[in-house]
Each structure stands twice: as C-alpha cells, then as structure tokens.
C-alpha cells in the first residue's frame, strides 16, 4: 500500500494507482456518459445486467485523481449487486467507501453517483 | 515505492541552504538584538542587516540604499505597485499590466482598480512574451507605472523588460519587474534592466520564507502600505525579521557566485528532461519553446491527460512537480498564464510545470524519464481506445 499522500486515503490512492475494471464493456446493455459541466470531468459507466443484478461494470474517466477513483470504486461497489442493492447508492457511501474525500474533491463522489443513477434510469429489462 | 524525493518544482520554492542556516541561526539565539536598539546587542543585529542588505544590493549591481525588506516577493510586489502609485496620483491614473503576472502583481493592480484607477492588462503572444509594440500602444501621459514580470513563474519566459522600460520611460512612467523567478538564475542588473523598481524572495533563491526585498531607483518617493516606525526608512514598520534577512543576504551572495556554473548544469537537465519526453511520449507540447527561457524550467502538456492526476501520479513515486491547471471545489482553474497564450483545450488541461534546482542530478531526471511514459499512457487508457476490462498496474 503506498504511503497516504496528496491529502488522500489509501483506498483512493489504490483505487487511482491500480482502477479496477476500466474499460468499454461491448455488450453493456446499460450505460451513462456523464460530465461535470465546470470542471470537465467526464465518466462513461457501462453496465452488463442479467438476471436483475450487475453481472459486469466497467468504466472509462476523464478527470483527476479522485474522479478515477470514485469510478473504479463504484464499478466495485455495485459489481454482482441485485438492482435494489444499488439503486440507493448516494455520493456519500461511495466517499465513505473511499476512505473519505477532500471537502473539494467531493464532487467526484457526485460524478460516479450521477453515472450510477443515469444508467439504471437508462436500463430496460428486455423481456424473453 | 520508497523512492528518494526527487524535487522538481524549484519555482514553488527551494531548499534552505545549510550556508544560509548556519548564518542564519545565531540570530534566531543568541544574537536576539532589536537593530534599532542603541546598546550592542541592537548594534549587532543592525550590522547584521545592513550587511545583508550590501549583499543583494551587490546582486541587482545596486546601491544598499536602494533595497528594502519587506515579508515577502509579494509584499514587495505591492508596496512597488501601490506605494509607487498612491505617491504619485496627482499626476496621473492609468497602470500597465500583462495578462501573466503573478497574483501578487494583479491583485494589486486590482485593489487599485477598485479605486478607480484605470489598468490596461497586456495580451501575451502564443509562447507567452508581450510585444513591446503592444505597450507602446496603449502608453499615455497619464501611465503611472508599467509593471511587468522578468520571467513568467509558470513557462520561465523572460519577457523584454528592458525594451519596455525605454518606451514607459520616454512617456514618464516608472517601471517595475517582479523578478522574484528570474533572480538567481539570470542576470537582474537594475541598470542593464532600465527598471525602477524590482522584487525578489528569498524562499526561491534557497533562502527562508518570509523574507523579501524591493529595489527602488535613488531618490524615488514611495507612499508606504505598512506604517508604523521608522524601520525601512520608514517605507516599512516593523521590526526587521533580522534573521531571515541574513539569510537573503547569504542566499543573494550565494547564487550571484555560483549562477553562472550552477545555470549551465542546470539548463544541460531540463533539456535532456525535455528530449527525453518529446522523444519518448506522443501528443506532448513545450508551452513557450520558442521563447527565451529561464534554464530551470519547463511546461509540458501531455494531451488527453489530467495535468493534476500527472502530478500526484508523479509524487506517489516521490516525484514533485506542479500543475497550472487544478481541478478544486467542482471546478477546473485553469492557468491564467496558458489561457492568455491561447493554448487550445486539449493541451490546456494537461499541462505540468517541472522546475530545475541546482540539486537536481542526470540520474534524477533519468528515472522520471522512466516513469512518465508508462504513467501517461495509463492515464490515457482510462478516457479513450478500446480496452479489456481489467486491473492495470503502474
């Protein structure tokens, strides 16, 4: 584990230096590109839903250091997760899940969150 | 991991040399005197200050009586700007600025705006330098003053300060330079420079923080922002910072000594760092290459790169640069500096500043050779091509 610097917990170092599940997910069947309108940060979320739960996550950020992490952090959180498990996530569990945030890296939180919300808004269970 | 810290951010500030510690300690001690006090001890630590004020005297080939210690570069940076133009605003109402001055400069250039003093902030050209023609434009009887920065803080530009002070001073205006980059690493003759005033730290020369200085030319008049005693000339209350000030002095001597050995190594480093990354990294720019530049700097953008994601990429593997452009609070702030250049969008965004000492060694700036390219390519990764989902590694 590295040493924490930069004002940021080991989870997100972690997250930053190794993001899990980066990526493009050619058979998502749900999926988000969100944008931080001031900032520019920009989060692509794509999901692989079967059977109601979140069989694959898979993402792709533009943005700094935390906005990579809070990415990789959620595609974590909600991977193998039924829809209901999910559908409650606030930017406040995935900052706690973090180990915590700087006050101004908060919005990152939000980012990943908003992803979240946008692709299961997006979802429509297809029937047979 | 566990990597020596290898400090490449010289232009935030520098480490105090152990000659400036060694002069400095006995007045943090021993030599407590106040140097206005009459008895020894008071005796003592005025020698001491004076002295020190020889030695930067000495580096600006000025006069001891044309230097005076303020707090810091940005204190002297405000007291040239307002104490230069509140002495003088019977005569007229109109400052000159640029659009890439420290935030010292245009902070203060601002507080007098709000006065209702009129400040024209000059365009810079795509590698970051003002045209003189540009300021001979908008030069009237009524320019006060023309503040300009030596070198820019950011890209190490050296802007024409000496041109710019002939055309200010053929229309009466006084000239100042914050000088606080460019000190110590290029010559900052007054004379040669044609300034009136001009700012320098100490914290940036391998000296303390919190100690500054402002040459002003012979016999002009300032209007003090700070009053209280007699001390400065009574350009500046407060009991001098005795200390600190030694430590200016011997850091001042220090790098007019060795500036022209330590500038040659120096300049031989960041050219093999920027080779190094031009021949090794795709979609990288040299904000400023063509411009005349201080030896120690260089700002790079990395297309399709979070500059700030770089940089702390960069200090997890005990490498200190900087950023110009920082995401905080939700918001992007961008370089004011690279916004003014015109850089476009893409290449705005990932610019990192890397800053050269004299401390720095080949060996150094070999191993951040080795960790930038694998580290821009992953960060890369993460925003664009098609990838496999899957953990990825430094």
């Given at each position: 584990?590295?040493?924490?610097?930069?004002?940021?917990?080991?989870?997100?170092?972690?997250?930053?230096?190794?993001p899990?599940?980066?990526?493009?997910?050619?058979?998502?069947?749900?999926?988000?590109s969100?944008?931080?309108?001031?900032?520019?940060?920009?989060?692509?979320?794509r999901l692989?839903?079967?059977d109601?739960?979140?069989?694959?996550?898979?993402?792709?950020?533009?943005?700094c250091?935390?906005?990579?992490a809070a990415?990789s952090?959620?595609?974590?959180?909600?991977?193998?997760?039924?829809?209901?498990?999910?559908?409650?996530?606030?930017?406040?569990?995935?900052?706690?899940?973090?180990?915590?945030?700087p006050?101004?890296?908060l919005?990152?939180?939000?980012?990943?969150?908003?992803?979240?919300k946008?692709?299961?808004?997006?979802?429509?269970?297809?029937?047979? | 991991?566990?990597?020596?810290?290898?400090?490449?951010?010289?232009?935030a500030?520098?480490?105090?040399?152990?000659?400036?510690?060694?002069?400095?300690?006995?007045?943090?001690?021993?030599?407590?005197?106040?140097?206005?006090?009459?008895?020894?001890?008071?005796?003592?630590?005025?020698?001491?200050?004076?002295?020190?004020?020889?030695?930067?005297?000495r580096?600006?080939g000025?006069?001891?009586?044309?230097?005076?210690?303020?707090?810091?570069?940005?204190?002297?940076?405000?007291?040239a700007i307002?104490?230069s133009?509140l002495?003088r605003?019977?005569?007229?109402?109109?400052?000159?600025?640029?659009?890439?001055?420290?935030?010292?400069?245009?902070?203060?250039?601002?507080?007098?705006?709000?006065?209702?003093?009129?400040?024209?902030?000059l365009?810079?050209?795509?590698?970051g330098?003002i045209?003189?023609?540009?300021?001979?434009?908008?030069?009237t009887?009524?320019?006060?003053?023309?503040?300009?920065?030596h070198?820019?803080?950011?890209?190490?530009?050296?802007?024409?300060?000496?041109?710019?002070?002939?055309?200010?001073h053929?229309?009466?205006?006084?000239?100042?330079?914050?000088?606080?980059?460019?000190?110590?690493?290029?010559?900052?003759?007054?004379?040669?420079?044609?300034?009136?005033?001009?700012?320098?730290?100490?914290?940036?020369?391998?000296?303390?923080?919190?100690?500054?200085?402002l040459?002003?030319?012979?016999?002009?008049?300032?209007?003090?922002?700070?009053?209280?005693?007699?001390?400065?000339?009574?350009?500046?209350?407060?009991?001098?910072?005795v200390?600190?000030?030694?430590?200016?002095?011997?850091?001042?001597e220090?790098?007019?000594?060795?500036?022209?050995?330590?500038?040659?190594?120096?300049?031989?480093?960041?050219?093999?760092?920027?080779?190094?990354?031009?021949?090794?990294?795709?979609?990288?720019?040299?904000?400023?290459?063509a411009?005349?530049?201080?030896?120690t700097?260089?700002n790079?953008?990395f297309?399709?790169?979070?500059?700030?994601?770089?940089?702390?990429?960069?200090?997890?593997?005990?490498?200190?640069?900087?950023t110009?452009?920082?995401?905080?609070?939700?918001?992007?702030e961008?370089?004011?500096?690279?916004?003014?250049?015109?850089?476009?969008?893409?290449?705005?965004?990932g610019?990192?500043?890397?800053?050269?000492?004299?401390?720095?060694?080949?060996?150094?700036?070999?191993?951040?050779?080795?960790?930038?390219?694998?580290?821009?390519?992953?960060?890369?990764?993460?925003?664009?091509?098609?990838?496999?989902?899957?953990?990825?590694?430094?």
């Amino acid at each position: 584990m590295a040493t924490p610097k930069s004002g940021y917990s080991p989870i997100v170092i972690d997250h930053f230096q190794n993001p899990r599940n980066v990526g493009e997910l050619p058979d998502a069947n749900a999926q988000a590109s969100v944008t931080n309108p001031v900032c520019g940060d920009v989060l692509q979320l794509r999901l692989k839903i079967t059977d109601g739960r979140i069989a694959e996550a898979c993402f792709k950020t533009f943005g700094c250091e935390a906005a990579i992490a809070a990415s990789s952090l959620l595609t974590e959180m909600i991977k193998g997760k039924a829809l209901p498990e999910v559908q409650d996530i606030t930017p406040e569990m995935i900052t706690a899940a973090l180990g915590g945030l700087p006050k101004v890296k908060l919005h990152a939180a939000a980012l990943a969150e908003e992803a979240l919300k946008e692709a299961l808004k997006g979802y429509e269970p297809s029937h047979g | 991991m566990g990597e020596a810290l290898i400090y490449l951010d010289h232009n935030a500030t520098t480490p105090l040399h152990p000659a400036v510690w060694d002069a400095m300690r006995p007045f943090l001690t021993e030599a407590f005197g106040n140097p206005s006090s009459l008895h020894s001890e008071g005796l003592q630590a005025r020698d001491a200050v004076e002295e020190a004020r020889a030695r930067v005297a000495r580096l600006l080939g000025a006069g001891p009586e044309e230097v005076v210690f303020t707090s810091s570069g940005t204190e002297a940076d405000n007291l040239a700007i307002l104490g230069s133009v509140l002495a003088r605003q019977h005569r007229g109402r109109h400052i000159i600025t640029s659009q890439i001055e420290h935030p010292a400069v245009l902070g203060a250039c601002g507080a007098l705006e709000a006065q209702g003093f009129r400040i024209t902030r000059l365009p810079v050209g795509s590698e970051g330098l003002i045209d003189p023609d540009d300021l001979g434009r908008v030069l009237t009887d009524d320019t006060l003053l023309v503040t300009l920065m030596h070198a820019n803080n950011e890209l190490g530009t050296i802007q024409p300060i000496h041109a710019c002070a002939a055309l200010a001073h053929a229309r009466g205006a006084l000239v100042h330079t914050d000088a606080v980059q460019s000190l110590g690493k290029v010559p900052t003759l007054v004379d040669e420079l044609g300034i009136d005033l001009l700012s320098l730290s100490g914290h940036k020369i391998h000296g303390p923080k919190g100690i500054g200085a402002l040459y002003l030319r012979r016999g002009l008049a300032l209007a003090p922002i700070i009053t209280g005693g007699p001390q400065e000339r009574g350009l500046r209350g407060g009991t001098e910072h005795v200390a600190a000030i030694v430590g200016l002095g011997v850091a001042a001597e220090r790098v007019g000594a060795h500036m022209v050995q330590e500038m040659t190594q120096v300049a031989a480093l960041r050219d093999r760092l920027e080779r190094g990354i031009v021949a090794t990294i795709p979609d990288v720019l040299i904000n400023g290459v063509a411009a005349a530049r201080l030896p120690t700097t260089t700002n790079v953008s990395f297309k399709g790169v979070d500059g700030q994601s770089l940089v702390v990429a960069l200090d997890l593997r005990g490498v200190a640069a900087s950023t110009g452009s920082a995401c905080s609070s939700g918001s992007l702030e961008p370089s004011h500096v690279l916004l003014a250049m015109g850089l476009p969008d893409e290449w705005l965004r990932g610019a990192v500043r890397f800053s050269l000492g004299a401390g720095n060694t080949s060996a150094e700036v070999d191993t951040v050779l080795r960790l930038l390219p694998p580290m821009v390519t992953r960060l890369r990764q993460h925003a664009s091509g098609s990838m496999r989902p899957a953990t990825l590694t430094l």
